[in-house]
């Protein structure tokens, strides 16, 4: 696929927010639309939210998407809604169906009479449809995206579940940093599956690749990269997960939530992280996801320490550069979406 002949749109799904790119071949990369969105959750709690003030009862149908409108949906099952759910949506809140029904909500593969539905999905092409075509713009030739993937395990904890994520890319990919991005989506990470699914062609990722993969995207630090290690560190509004990277490959990764956090403790494990000093049972035993360094991290050294996201500001008085890739870092995933997809393609990033 060659990027100078595509239009793109490039996505990274938070529960706050939806940081969008489109990119344009006949522009300027810093000129391309840009878009900071509420995500696809915080709309459907506030339909949730609108429906139950005038009195409706709601089936959620659709797709595994992130579970972000929980708390509204909590807020309003508490105070009386009659809800239900199809068996596949229900997976944006539990692997456990059980679970679900345990919050009140009823599971039926129909929609119930006198309910409104409501479609869940991370991607809705309806949407995109009609935002692009207000905003002037075509529908894309090919569409990226990220969200965050706890992956599927009805039976253990969420924080080990991901972590096997993270173990599986390191240990049988031996951290090959193509393998952060999919065109076909490992059978675990069912949230990216049904985002794959939505989107139709094109490449998905989780948000933690693409942050990573966004600190790339910027030359400076990809080619120090290929020369020394280096340490990058995404401070998300709920994860915090740091790389360890040298010559095209990830030798570390740690995974904590953020706000179990302050920029000293974060610093701390940071170090003793890049030393490989850390150990996964220090950060699950925190609650955090866990944390897993690589033999081949010996000898290296990961002083330099690159940190994205919107919480960055809690490592403000320590020893490391913030970065802003393509001049906006917010849009850093979306840029990381690019970098990956053309690691595995035959594209150009040059403009």
Do not use: Q, S, Y
């Given at each position: 696929m060659n990027f100078e002949q595509k239009s793109i749109l490039c996505l990274d799904i938070g529960s706050g927010t939806q940081d969008v790119l489109y990119f344009r071949p006949d522009i300027e990369l810093e000129n391309c639309p840009k878009f900071v969105l509420p995500s696809p959750a915080m709309r459907i709690a506030d339909k949730i939210k609108r429906l139950h003030q005038?009195?409706?009862k709601i089936f959620f149908y659709g797709q595994n998407m992130g579970g972000g409108f929980y708390r509204s949906l909590k807020q309003c099952l508490d105070t009386g809604l009659k809800g239900a759910i199809h068996p596949e949506a229900a997976f944006s809140l539990s692997d456990r169906?059980?679970?679900v029904r345990g919050t009140g909500l009823e599971i039926h593969?129909?929609?119930?009479?006198?309910y409104c539905p409501v479609y869940l999905a991370d991607y809705d092409p309806g949407f995109w449809e009609t935002y692009l075509a207000m905003s002037g713009l075509e529908y894309p030739e090919m569409i990226l995206a990220c969200a965050q993937d706890h992956g599927f395990h009805p039976d253990s904890s969420n924080r080990l579940g991901r972590f096997k994520i993270w173990k599986k890319f390191l240990l049988d990919h031996d951290g090959h940093i193509e393998k952060l991005i999919f065109s076909k989506p490992p059978d675990e990470m069912t949230r990216l599956i049904s985002l794959r699914e939505s989107i139709g062609a094109g490449w998905v990722a989780d948000t933690g690749s693409a942050a990573f993969l966004g600190a790339i995207f910027v030359k400076e630090v990809e080619k120090l990269s290929h020369q020394r290690g280096i340490c990058v560190v995404n401070v998300g509004n709920s994860h915090a997960i740091a790389f360890l990277a040298f010559q095209n490959r990830v030798?570390?990764?740690?995974?904590h939530h953020t706000?179990?956090?302050n920029g000293q403790k974060l610093w701390k494990q940071l170090s003793l992280f890049k030393q490989g000093q850390l150990s996964n049972k220090d950060i699950f035993d925190d609650n955090g996801h866990g944390c897993l360094v690589l033999d081949s991290a010996q000898g290296l050294d990961f002083t330099p320490t690159f940190v994205l996201g919107p919480k960055r500001k809690l490592l403000k008085d320590f020893d490391c550069e913030f970065l802003c890739p393509g001049g906006d870092m917010m849009l850093a995933g979306c840029f990381g979406l690019l970098k990956g997809c053309y690691l595995n393609t035959a594209g150009t990033l040059e403009k």
């Open positions: 005038a009195g409706k169906l059980d679970w593969e129909e929609c119930p009479e006198g030798h570390g990764i740690m995974e706000g179990l956090l």
